[in-house]
């Protein structure tokens, strides 16, 4: 199973970029596919996750900004981010469960058993 990542670049405040994230190997229809980032001398912080019933939750500091999508007819996950801030600069990590844990193993990258190889996204003026 893998896990690609792409989309990361240099964006201003305020300006907006799109991550992408394909699974080969499996699919996961109905199973977790999440966004993590981990900024320098920082852990990894939940960002987003696509569940199953179709649900979406957000870590508190992107809600509202950001949007996670999933295709999967296409085993693919997207992270639209708006309004970004130099906050968010981070290497950002796809993230992805063959369970369905407990809701609150969602918000930890324990939760997950593959994970893609990371995109840096810097914001700075």
């Known amino acids: 199973v893998q896990l690609q990542a792409c989309g990361g670049g240099l964006v201003q405040p305020g300006g907006s970029l799109r991550l992408s994230c394909a699974a080969s190997?499996?699919?996961?229809?109905?199973?977790?596919m999440a966004w993590f980032r981990q900024a320098p001398g920082k852990e990894r912080e939940f960002v987003a996750v696509?569940?199953?019933?179709?649900?979406?939750n957000y870590g508190d500091s992107v809600k509202g900004r950001f949007t996670i999508s999933r295709d999967n007819a296409k085993n693919t996950v997207d992270l639209q981010m708006n309004s970004l801030k130099v906050e968010d600069t981070a290497v950002y990590y796809c993230?992805?469960?063959?369970?369905?844990?407990?809701?609150?193993?969602?918000?930890?990258?324990?939760?997950?058993?593959?994970w893609g190889q990371g995109t840096l996204v810097t914001v700075s003026s």
């Open positions: 190997g499996r699919t996961f229809s109905e199973k977790p």
């Open positions: 696509s569940r199953w019933g179709n649900m979406r």
């Open positions: 993230a992805a469960s063959q369970r369905n844990p407990v809701l609150s193993a969602l918000w930890r990258p324990e939760g997950y058993d593959y």
